[in-house]
C-alpha cells in the first residue's frame, strides 16, 4: 500500500523544548497553541492535550449541529456541548466520553432525534468511535 499518495486532510505538530518538562508548542495552519500538564501542584500554561481533544468533539459537534439547524430553522439559537470524559472507580469498567448538548430554543421533538443522529455522526465524532491506523515513523535529527 503506497500511503505517500493518501490526500492530507489535517496535520498539527508538536514541539517539546528541551528545557521543558511538559510544556509543548502546538502548531496546526499557522495557528500556535501550549498544551501542557499539571505537575507539583501548578495548574500548567495551558489545556492538557486530553482537553484539547475534548474541545475538538465539543467544537465540531456544535459546528455540524449549527449546519443543520441552519438549514432547518431561520432563528436556532444558542448551541452548547460540554464533554466530560468519566474515568470509572471500578477496575475493569469501561472509560467513557459524555457529551451534553443544550439548545436555547426548544426543536420539534422528530427535529431532535434528527439532530441526536447528526451529533452521532460528526467528523469528530466518527475519528474517536472508530480505530484507525496510526502509523509511526522516527526519524532522525534535522
Request: aromatic share 8%; net charge negative.
Amino acid at each position: 500500500m503506497e500511503t505517500d499518495r493518501d490526500r492530507v486532510v489535517a496535520s498539527a505538530r508538536a514541539v517539546l523544548p528541551l528545557n521543558e518538562r511538559r510544556r509543548t508548542e502546538l502548531t496546526s495552519r499557522g495557528f500556535t497553541f501550549v498544551a501542557d500538564e499539571p505537575h507539583n501542584g501548578a495548574l500548567g500554561e495551558g489545556p492538557t492535550p486530553t482537553e484539547y481533544l475534548l474541545m475538538a468533539l465539543a467544537s465540531c459537534t456544535a459546528q455540524t449541529l449549527r449546519q443543520y439547524v441552519d438549514y432547518k430553522y431561520d432563528n436556532a439559537g444558542d448551541i452548547t456541548v460540554e464533554i466530560d470524559y468519566h474515568e470509572p472507580e471500578q477496575e475493569g469498567a469501561e472509560r467513557y466520553l459524555k457529551r451534553t448538548i443544550t439548545l436555547s430554543e426548544e426543536p420539534d421533538p422528530d427535529d431532535l432525534k434528527v439532530m441526536h443522529d447528526i451529533a452521532e455522526r460528526s467528523p469528530v465524532t466518527l475519528l474517536i468511535q472508530f480505530a484507525w491506523s496510526v502509523r509511526t515513523e522516527f526519524v532522525g535529527p534535522r
